[in-house]
């Protein structure tokens, strides 16, 4: 069996169970940390643990080792991963103020001393929370990617229509207001750290990887409810979140409007993606 297909079976799986990744590794029976190695690569699924994942997230094991059809409908593969347990009070504080000044003046002009000012607390409480400037900025970086995410968790949920789903996830994408403006600055300095720092590319890879799985199991269960046109949903994916962030960069840089990459968005949609399309 090839690993890297087994390995993403698994984390389709596991995505769609609904737990955080503690749970996860608890019911699997492996620690936290075994869990992302396995994850990322660096560490194989034991037969066991292959096992145990397939039972947790009612899948068939045959499924997950070989690919053996389609993933049954219990395995929920059109939903998104909850969101994530709040971190503590004071660690948030110092989070949401680095995150707020990373998007405001950009990840090297930031400071520990800036950032305690404005969580309202000491550098020598931040380092108590964070091994240094670099560490803090990493996870503020990080901390973006799950604000984005876990935004489109508690959002689609409540949608079950594919169409409504689809134009709101795009919506949620739109580089405009008080939120996904600093969003979308700061996802661009993590595309510019990416070309420049290897270390960051894991970051970039997951976030990026996040965007993309969730607006393709978007597209195919539309597919499969007869909304959306059939076909390669993994091409159409790519070319979706491709035209968005093409057109949010130019949002971003002045040389666009949220309108017109809303318009440019529903009419690819009405286009390329809807059953009823021309």
């Known amino acids: 069996m090839a690993d890297d297909e087994v390995r993403e079976r698994a984390r389709r799986a596991l995505d769609a169970v609904g737990s955080t990744r503690r749970e996860l590794a608890a019911a699997i029976g492996i620690d936290e940390t075994k869990l992302s190695k396995s994850l990322s690569g660096r560490r194989r699924f034991t037969p066991a643990e292959l096992s145990a994942i397939a039972e947790r997230a009612g899948v068939e094991l045959d499924w997950l080792l070989r ?3 389609a993933p049954p409908v219990t395995a929920r593969t059109d939903l998104l991963e909850p969101p994530r347990p709040e971190p503590d009070d004071a660690r948030k504080r110092i989070l949401d103020a680095a995150w707020t000044l990373i998007a405001a003046h950009g990840y090297h002009r930031v400071r520990i001393a800036d950032v305690a000012e404005a969580a309202g607390t000491s550098s020598a409480a931040v380092h108590y929370h964070f091994d240094g400037k670099e560490a803090l900025l990493d996870e503020a970086l990080r901390h973006n990617v799950e604000l984005a995410h876990d935004r489109q968790a ?4 409540a949608l079950p229509d594919p169409g409504a789903r689809l134009l709101r996830l795009l919506d949620l994408q739109m580089p405009e207001g008080p939120v996904l403006e600093p969003e979308w600055s700061i996802w661009m300095q993590v595309w510019s750290e990416a070309v420049t720092e290897p270390r960051h590319r894991p970051l970039y890879a997951r976030g990026q990887d996040r965007w993309f799985r969730t607006v393709l199991m978007t597209l195919e269960s539309g597919a499969r409810a007869g909304v959306f046109r059939d076909g390669d949903q993994t091409v159409r994916a790519r070319q979706l979140t491709a035209l968005v ?3 949010g ?4 840089t002045g040389a666009s409007t949220p309108a017109d990459m809303r318009a440019a968005l529903h009419d690819f949609v009405d286009r390329c993606v809807r059953k009823d399309a021309p």
């Open 67 to 69: 690919g053996a059809g």
């Open 249 to 252: 960069v130019g949002v971003m």
């Open 154 to 157: 508690t959002t689609l949920a």
């Open 245 to 247: 962030d093409g057109l």
